[in-house]
């Protein structure tokens, strides 16, 4: 029998409040979904195991405040991430906007060492409202042109789970230092 290399990979979600941080976490972590929107304050994390490449890592992944009188939590919440996960809202632009600046703050607060390379995924919720969606598929496409290198962009739906969180499964098999 073979032992496996444990690992443990610090995942921060960040974006404006009402995007969806808090369903995709629990749609991921828990399987479950609820229609009704409660505030985080300040932030909260769940665990999860998976399985990578015969490594088992175990994701903490931490769900942030979207608020603006939270963000000074933040120095708290961000050092020592391994990724950080960008969500807007496919129905509100401004949401996509307000994206550079979640992570610059992030990279100031969190400082990693190299934060040119640093990972980051950019994750458009709510595709399951397409009568509300303002982009359509391709033009959210379109959308990674302006996504830096290091980061990666998906759509996907907490809801319904519609992207089977195959954001995830690109995020642990991209190159972690820890990993």
Request: glycine share 4%; net charge positive; hydrophobic share 40%.
């Amino acid at each position: 029998m073979t032992s496996r290399k444990k690992v443990l990979l610090k995942v921060i979600i960040l974006g404006d409040s009402g995007v969806g941080k808090t369903s995709l976490m629990n749609q991921y972590v828990n399987k479950k979904f609820s229609n009704q929107y409660k505030a985080t304050i300040g932030a909260d994390f769940l665990t999860k195991e998976v399985t990578v490449d015969d490594r088992l890592v175990t994701m903490q992944i931490w769900d942030t405040a979207g608020q603006e009188r939270f963000q000074s939590l933040g120095v708290a919440f961000y050092r020592g991430a391994d990724c950080c996960v960008l969500v807007y809202d496919v129905t509100a632009p401004n949401t996509f906007k307000t994206l550079d600046s979640w992570r610059d703050e992030f990279l100031i607060q969190a400082s990693p060492r190299d934060p040119d390379n640093f990972p980051f995924v950019v994750l458009g919720n709510k595709i399951d409202l397409e009568n509300r969606q303002v982009c359509a598929y391709a033009q959210i496409c379109e959308l990674y042109e302006v996504v830096p290198s290091n980061q990666m962009l998906f759509v996907t739906c907490a809801e319904y789970n519609r992207c089977r969180f195959f954001t995830m499964k690109c995020l642990l098999k991209s190159p972690f230092p820890t990993i």
